[in-house]
């Protein structure tokens, strides 16, 4: 049996990038995925271009296979309005990089590796137990690897362990933390395209976003190198869980259709593989690591997905880095604290913004979406470069405003104004 100094469960990118921060500042690390690598994850692959802050000596041309600048919004695959990110060309650029996340998660991982961390995959967690100077973790080997043969049993032994296994993982259950959630269903599939075919504004710089076909959630179109990725989410759930509800699958299936349709795109329904996921949407403060500091938890194990748009690649970047710090500095009883300082505020107002936002999609997108700035704020809001606490109040008033001044007769409008 082998001990480490920590063992971290699931290496997407929140596992992966903890294994390396942690590698890197001397710690003996063991990072386990049940997967097989390269791996597939159920993701548009949209994260914004400050991810380059996070990635030590990799190059994003490795990766990144467009650089997103526009997006085109919709309400019910009509009313187009396109939205520039970067409108003015003295404002600082953002950009929303496009990746799959194959590869993107397999670069983290090569990264983790590269830092000295001991790389197990193929290997399943199955269960973990807690004694009072250590963590144990029994796992099962899913894919013969080395001197591991398929279906033995591999168990070690840490002084912390993370759970990064995800929105589906048992690290959170066996650590009896996240008792309740907000789960949101996601799918995509992804379709082959050859660039210059099908509807004009279809190009490697513009994502399409549209906001009425699924209720409470939105599709989507992101362009890759050689296919877009074109998938639906429902969020702004109350607590509850919606995988098993064939509703729902079949409301976001009509949708990507229908989005294939209107973007003149030709497609087999037969040859289409759909994969849908769960996203675990931030549902408020809650402790993220145990009472003894030996468990925490990091990325969509820990909730941390914006419940406005859905987006979580970056969270788990953030937040594999910080409990690997705190793992180093021996100041895990602080995690939790951590993460709430560097997520709650924001997503909070988030969460509120979310409820509005997919209750009432079609005033949002008439006075909201369609307004000039909103594609350079809501990237900056992806980027965490500004909260959405500190524009939830301003956004509110300009939104009812805008919608007061259209009702108003054109005179009482001016005496609004
Ligand atoms: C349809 C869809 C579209 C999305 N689009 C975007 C987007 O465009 N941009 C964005 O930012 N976010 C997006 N997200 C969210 C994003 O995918 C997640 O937030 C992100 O993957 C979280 O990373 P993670 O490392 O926490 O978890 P994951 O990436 O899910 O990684 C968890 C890993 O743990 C492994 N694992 C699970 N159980 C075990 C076990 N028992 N033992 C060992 N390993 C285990 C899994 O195999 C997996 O590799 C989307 C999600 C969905 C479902």
Not at 9 to 22: F, L, S
Not at 115 to 137: C, I, K, P
């Amino acid at each position: 049996m082998q001990s480490y100094d920590l063992i971290v469960c699931g290496a997407g990118p929140a596992g992966a990038m903890a294994a390396a921060t942690a590698a890197r500042k001397g710690l003996k690390v063991a990072l386990l995925e049940k997967c097989p690598l390269p791996r597939h994850k159920t993701c548009g692959g949209g994260t914004p271009m400050v991810m380059q802050d996070f990635l030590y000596n990799l190059v994003p041309e490795a990766f990144v296979e467009s650089d997103v600048l526009y997006m085109r919004h919709t309400w019910n695959f009509a009313d187009p309005f396109l939205g520039a990110i970067n409108p003015s060309e003295t404002d600082r650029r953002f950009s929303l990089w496009m990746v799959q996340r194959s590869l993107f998660d397999h670069a983290l991982v090569h990264q983790a590796w590269q830092a000295g961390s001991q790389v197990f995959d193929g290997v399943a967690v199955r269960s973990v137990e807690v004694d009072a100077d250590q963590v144990r973790v029994n796992a099962q080997i899913v894919k013969s690897n080395g001197g591991l043969s398929k279906g033995s049993e591999f168990t070690a032994t840490a002084r912390y362990l993370i759970g990064a296994d995800g929105a589906n993982g048992l690290t959170a259950k066996a650590a009896n933390l996240r008792q309740h959630r907000t789960i949101a269903l996601g799918m995509e599939v992804e379709f082959p395209h050859q660039w210059g075919t099908g509807h004009p504004d279809l190009r490697p710089d513009v994502l399409h976003l549209e906001y009425g076909a699924v209720q409470r959630g939105y599709a989507w179109v992101f362009p890759k190198a050689d296919h877009l990725n074109v998938g639906a989410g429902i969020f702004s759930l109350r607590q509850g869980d919606i995988r098993s509800s064939h509703q729902a699958r079949e409301a976001l299936q009509k949708a990507i259709f229908t989005y294939l349709e209107t973007l003149q795109l030709q497609y087999d329904p037969t040859r289409m593989k759909f994969h849908a996921h769960p996203l675990p949407t931030w549902c408020g403060r809650e402790p993220l690591h145990t009472g003894d500091g030996r468990i925490l938890l990091v990325g969509d194990a820990a909730g941390l997905i914006n419940p406005l748009f859905g987006d979580g690649i970056l969270p788990a970047v953030k937040s594999g880095t910080i409990a690997a710090t705190c793992v180093a500095e021996g100041t895990t009883s602080t995690y939790s604290d951590r993460i709430h300082a560097e997520f709650a505020s924001s997503f909070d107002a988030a969460r509120r913004l979310a409820n509005l936002f997919y209750q009432y999609p079609h005033f949002f997108y008439r006075y909201g979406v369609k307004y000039e700035k909103s594609t350079r704020l809501a990237t900056r809001l992806i980027a965490g470069d500004i909260q959405f606490n500190n524009i939830l109040g301003r956004t509110l008033l300009k939104v009812g405003k805008s919608m007061v001044q259209d009702l108003l007769p054109p005179w009482m409008g001016f005496v609004y104004r």
